[in-house]
């Protein structure tokens, strides 16, 4: 297969899996690992995980936090996708988090190098609580909710995560958001000795992404802290993510260390990198195509059909209670 990517050298684009021979082929790797494609048992066929899965009694992290791969209690809600979730092994196997590599298989390789203990979350800008938060004073572990969400790249890839984590107005409202506060912005950790993407010229680090308030505050979008009822691998972001389902799957910062208020909109990782084809909103939008391909459908990842599964996108990734968000606003425009 011929691969048109425009390369340019100041950074790595995401790239369409459809035209990536290479992306397919990795795709093909980790869902023969997940026994999609029938051969290979999965632990001969995985690449090498962040670490052993651990036991559900693994220790909390010296920042009082559960360690990677501990065993999370968390109420289940009516928030589901019929049809249930992707296999676990392919959206720990199969990531993206550029500041351990651009492959798919790069974050399940290194993210073991990154420490994840102490953490300690940054809070700065319009508020009136500034400060240094451990995580258990921002996350109260004892109300985390499970919520089965669809996870749509812009990649036009798809998997159904079942996440854990709590609504993000929960914390926001801990942290005292002024009245000028009218987006907030997270960061993620970087660590140039953990973290070998970062010594590559893909993206301008750290990552950082962004939200509207009211983005933020919707009750769909989480904080979470966990997925498959265990706390974040760290390949998929420990021990602290976002996730807005109604978004691309970029605008989910992974390890975040900074939360910002700001009262205007801020930079984000992949606006910076290439504006045309990454905007602030990024709605999913099957009306809008990427430049360099269309994002009508989406191959569903881990799925009962294995790799040659194809879905309709929808408007919001289905989740139609964001629209009034967006009432007057041309998404065509602001996308
Ligand atoms: N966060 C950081 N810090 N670095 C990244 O490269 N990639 C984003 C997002 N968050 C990314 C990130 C992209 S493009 C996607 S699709 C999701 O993480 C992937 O999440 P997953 O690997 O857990 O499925």
Redesign the pocket.
């Known amino acids: 297969m011929d691969l048109k990517f425009r390369r340019n050298p100041d950074y790595q684009t995401?790239r369409d899996e459809i035209t990536s021979e290479r992306l397919f082929m990795d795709r093909r790797h980790i869902l023969s690992a997940a026994g999609f494609l029938g051969a290979g048992s999965i632990l001969g066929a995985l690449p090498a995980c962040s670490e052993p899965e651990q036991t559900p009694t693994a220790p909390a992290t010296a920042g009082g936090h559960p360690a990677p791969g501990a065993a999370l209690a968390a109420k289940k809600t009516a928030f589901a996708v019929a049809g249930g979730a992707t296999v676990e092994e392919a959206?720990t196997g199969y990531?993206?988090?550029?500041?351990f590599g651009t492959s798919k298989e790069d974050?399940p390789r290194y993210a073991n190098l990154m420490k994840v203990s102490p953490w300690q979350v940054t809070v700065e800008g319009e508020t009136d609580a500034p400060g240094a938060y451990a995580l258990k004073d921002l996350i109260d572990y004892s109300k985390l909710e499970e919520r089965v969400y669809r996870?749509r790249?812009?990649e036009a890839w798809s998997?159904v995560v079942p996440w854990v984590g709590v609504p993000m107005h929960s914390v926001l409202s801990k942290l005292k958001p002024k009245s000028t506060a009218k987006f907030v912005q997270f960061e993620?950790y970087l660590n140039k000795k953990e973290m070998p993407g970062t010594n590559r010229p893909s993206l301008q680090w750290p990552?950082v992404e962004g939200l509207r308030m009211d983005e933020a505050n919707h009750d769909l979008t989480l904080f979470a802290v966990g997925a498959y009822g265990k706390a974040l691998q760290k390949?998929?972001?420990a021990p602290l993510r976002t996730v807005i389902p109604w978004k691309y799957?970029?605008k989910?910062?992974?390890?975040i260390v900074k939360i910002r208020f700001l009262a205007t909109q801020p930079g984000t990782a992949w606006n910076k990198a290439n504006a045309n084809e990454y905007g602030f909103y990024s709605n999913v939008n099957p009306n809008v195509s990427h430049p360099r391909w269309s994002q009508a459908s989406e191959r569903v990842i881990g799925g009962k059909g294995g790799f040659n599964e194809r879905r309709d996108t929808e408007m919001f990734n289905g989740y139609q209670q964001v629209a009034s968000l967006y009432a007057g606003m041309d998404l065509k425009k602001n996308y």
């Open positions: 995401l959206f990531c993206n988090f550029y500041e974050p996870h790249c812009v998997m993620t990552y390949q998929n972001g799957g970029f989910a910062t992974k390890s």
